[in-house]
């Protein structure tokens, strides 16, 4: 992505699932939806921008979009990316 990009296009929104909620409160990791083109120093710096915390470590997942059978032949969805960002012990974001 390119250097001048602003942090809000990096950072798509934040995932609440069971299994998330568990992660923020236990583990102080945070699960978000990212543009599928950012790197982890890219995504680290945006989440550190937005949310004026330290972040430790970076785990992304890239998710290849199905393919679906449509009336009018197939359609493939979108490429997804997550990633899961681990903050120093102590901090936290408030998501609510």
Request: proline share 4%.
């Amino acid at each position: 992505m390119p250097a001048n990009v602003a942090s809000h296009h990096i950072i798509k929104m934040p995932l609440v699932t069971e299994k998330g909620t568990f992660a923020m409160n236990e583990l102080g990791k945070y699960t978000f939806s990212v543009d599928p083109r950012a790197t982890k120093t890219e995504i680290k710096k945006a989440v550190q921008d937005l949310y004026k915390v330290h972040v430790v470590s970076i785990n992304t997942q890239t998710k290849k979009g199905k393919h679906r059978a449509t009336k009018f032949g197939v359609r493939v969805e979108p490429l997804r990316k997550t990633a899961i960002v681990t903050l120093k012990k102590g901090e936290s974001i408030e998501l609510f």
